[in-house]
T-cell receptor, first 114, second 113 residues
Framework: KAGVTQTPRYLIKTRGQQVTLSCSPI?????VSWYQQTPGQGLQFLFE???????NKGNFPGRFSGRQFSNSRSEMNVSTLELGDSALYLC?????????????FGPGTRLLVL | DQQVKQNSPSLSVQEGRISILNCDYT??????FLWYKKYPAEGPTFLIS?????DKNEDGRFTVFLNKSAKHLSLHIVPSQPGDSAVYFC????????????FGKGTHLIIQP
């Protein structure tokens, strides 16, 4: 089975711009979660999608948004970029069985905002 | 408020010895716990998990222990190998919830030759 793919792997943007990141989950997985990882804060939950519906959202401003398509691929968008948005953005493909969620992560997209 | 805590930012262990990584949690609703390993510039890799109905789960060199009364879990790696050098994250999940996993801030394990 192919793993989780994320594109692009690296991105440099300037303040005020917007960015779109893409994630393709493991085949057969219908749920995707997004996280932001920064050195000081660890992994912080952004949002989760299941069958094209956002199920939950973490404590991030409205500049962070996402969506999921019918083929389970997901995108996240950050508008009006700020310097503090520089981070590794991780997508996880969710395997849920019996209420137990195991997440399989992609390699991440490293975003640098200048 | 940090619900999952890994109090040791780093741990140094000699090759061949046992590595013990610790994790504490505060949310009694968590019922599923996972450990992930992360190399620089890569996403976390799932290692091992444990359900709250168990107190031990083993997979090869990796064993996770859960002490529900103390709200504490630990990951044992025996024997430790150089390739085990990485950052280890403890994560927890509340069954049936749509929330993501709640992660600790990680422990950097360094295996010394």
């Amino acid at each position: 089975k192919a793993g989780v793919t994320q594109t692009p792997r690296y991105l440099i943007k300037t303040r005020g711009q917007q960015v779109t990141l893409s994630c393709s989950p493991i085949s057969g997985h219908r749920s995707v979660s997004w996280y932001q990882q920064t050195p000081g804060q660890g992994l912080q939950f952004l949002f989760e999608y299941f069958s094209e519906t956002q199920r939950n959202k973490g404590n991030f401003p409205g500049r962070f948004s996402g969506r999921q398509f019918s083929n389970s691929r997901s995108e996240m968008n950050v508008s009006t970029l700020e310097l503090g948005d520089s981070a590794l953005y991780l997508c996880a493909s969710n395997d849920v069985a019996g209420g137990k969620k195991t997440q399989y992560f992609g390699p991440g997209t490293r975003l640098l905002v200048l | 408020d940090q619900q999952v805590k890994q109090n040791s930012p780093s741990l140094s262990v000699q090759e061949g010895r046992i590595s013990i990584l610790n994790c504490d949690y505060t949310n009694s609703m968590f019922d599923y716990f996972l450990w992930y390993k992360k190399y620089p510039a890569e996403g976390p890799t799932f290692l091992i998990s444990i359900s709250s109905i168990k107190d031990k789960n083993e997979d090869g060199r990796f064993t996770v222990f859960l002490n529900k009364s103390a709200k504490h879990l630990s990951l044992h790696i025996v024997p430790s190998q150089p390739g085990d050098s990485a950052v280890y994250f403890c994560a927890a999940h509340e069954g049936g919830g749509a929330d993501g996993l709640t992660f600790g801030k990680g422990t950097h394990l360094i295996i010394q030759p």
